[in-house]
């Protein structure tokens, strides 16, 4: 990679990256693989500025019979709005522009950058969904960073022998760990996650996995894949039901009011979520958002989808 990234335009969810990655100039440097849509990485420069970021363009993806409307490039783009204008800034900064291979979405990498990427071209390269949504191992951004410490951030996740989760964690269920075993699933009882679980139900994220978490060792975290959301219909799949039935948080309320201002029809946010998604669908962003300010509580699983994705990881 030449030149380095400006240190004001470090965090992947600010204005000054957004900028950089909406107007620098896009090269591909490789390929990420082991997956049925286009991820490629490669860097945006801009005024000598140059920043790791990964392009998936449309062009590279392959339809998916429940989400026959719009593109995964678009879905992502309008999840990382919706997470703007919560304040809470949980996805990486991410646009919709042209590039090498034709409209697509650009995101801010987060953390290291891959050293070596495979080369190639859009045809045929990797990606984050597959045909059913189900986001493969392998083609995911860089994880939590090292804080100098040799420790890093404090794991998310955890299979654990136990009943019941232990102190600072929430259940999601068991699962089979093979053998005729099975073990209590748990997550982090914690603040960030519950802010992405809120995000999530608003969304309606059909495939939130613990590979697409990215923790950082100041206490932030970034959410990647948001192609699969905005299903008109109750599609949500997530690790993070640790909470589902709890009393919102008053943090939570409060992003839940501003979302619905903001979603108002000739508001800023709804202008710009329809020119990403269908009218039925902006329409069903509104409805699960008043849902939530009036249940006053996070969401119970439906009964009528899988809750929990597969694999989780």
């Given at each position: 990679?030449?030149?380095t990234?400006?240190?004001?335009a470090a965090?992947p969810?600010?204005e000054t990256?957004?900028?950089?990655?909406?107007?620098?100039?896009?090269t591909?440097?490789?390929?990420?693989?082991?997956?049925s849509n286009a991820?490629?990485f490669g860097?945006?420069?801009?005024?000598g500025?140059?920043?790791p970021?990964?392009?998936k363009?449309?062009?590279?993806e392959?339809?998916?019979?429940?989400?026959?409307?719009?593109?995964?490039?678009?879905?992502?783009v309008?999840?990382?709005?919706v997470s703007?204008?919560?304040?809470?800034?949980?996805?990486?900064?991410?646009?919709l522009?042209?590039?090498?291979?034709g409209?697509?979405?650009?995101?801010a990498w987060?953390?290291?950058?891959?050293?070596a990427?495979?080369?190639g071209?859009?045809?045929?390269?990797?990606?984050?969904?597959?045909?059913?949504g189900t986001?493969?191992?392998?083609?995911?951004?860089?994880?939590?960073?090292?804080?100098g410490s040799?420790?890093g951030p404090a794991p998310?996740?955890?299979?654990?022998?136990?009943?019941?989760?232990?102190?600072?964690?929430?259940?999601?269920?068991?699962?089979?760990?093979?053998?005729?075993?099975?073990?209590?699933?748990?997550?982090?009882?914690d603040?960030?996650?519950?802010r992405l679980?809120v995000?999530?139900a608003?969304?309606?994220?059909?495939?939130?996995?613990?590979g697409?978490l990215?923790p950082?060792?100041?206490g932030?975290l970034?959410?990647?894949d948001?192609g699969?959301?905005?299903?008109?219909?109750?599609?949500?799949?997530?690790?993070?039901?640790g909470?589902?039935?709890?009393?919102?948080t008053g943090?939570?309320?409060?992003?839940l009011?501003t979302?619905s201002g903001?979603?108002?029809v000739g508001?800023?946010?709804?202008a710009?979520?329809?020119?990403?998604l269908?009218?039925?669908e902006?329409?069903?962003v509104r409805g699960r958002?008043?849902?939530?300010?009036?249940?006053?509580a996070?969401?119970?699983?439906s009964?009528?989808?899988?809750?929990?994705?597969?694999p989780?990881?």
């Amino acid at each position: 990679m030449s030149g380095t990234a400006s240190r004001s335009a470090a965090q992947p969810a600010a204005e000054t990256t957004r900028r950089l990655i909406a107007q620098g100039t896009l090269t591909v440097r490789g390929q990420i693989t082991e997956a049925s849509n286009a991820v490629l990485f490669g860097t945006v420069e801009h005024e000598g500025i140059v920043l790791p970021c990964v392009y998936k363009p449309v062009a590279g993806e392959r339809p998916l019979w429940d989400f026959p409307d719009g593109s995964l490039a678009q879905r992502e783009v309008a999840a990382y709005e919706v997470s703007r204008a919560t304040g809470w800034d949980l996805i990486p900064a991410t646009v919709l522009r042209d590039g090498p291979y034709g409209t697509g979405m650009c995101q801010a990498w987060v953390g290291e950058p891959p050293d070596a990427p495979e080369t190639g071209s859009a045809e045929g390269a990797g990606g984050d969904d597959s045909e059913d949504g189900t986001p493969q191992d392998g083609g995911q951004q860089g994880g939590a960073e090292e804080d100098g410490s040799g420790t890093g951030p404090a794991p998310l996740l955890a299979l654990v022998g136990e009943q019941e989760p232990g102190e600072g964690w929430k259940a999601v269920g068991f699962a089979d760990v093979g053998g005729g075993r099975t073990a209590l699933l748990v997550h982090a009882d914690d603040p960030a996650l519950r802010r992405l679980a809120v995000l999530d139900a608003v969304i309606n994220n059909g495939d939130r996995k613990g590979g697409h978490l990215l923790p950082r060792p100041d206490g932030t975290l970034y959410a990647i894949d948001h192609g699969v959301t905005f299903h008109v219909d109750d599609k949500l799949r997530t690790l993070l039901w640790g909470w589902a039935g709890e009393e919102l948080t008053g943090e939570a309320v409060e992003a839940l009011r501003t979302l619905s201002g903001e979603l108002a029809v000739g508001a800023e946010l709804a202008a710009r979520l329809a020119e990403l998604l269908t009218d039925a669908e902006v329409e069903a962003v509104r409805g699960r958002v008043e849902a939530l300010l009036s249940s006053g509580a996070h969401p119970l699983p439906s009964g009528d989808w899988p809750a929990i994705p597969w694999p989780p990881v």
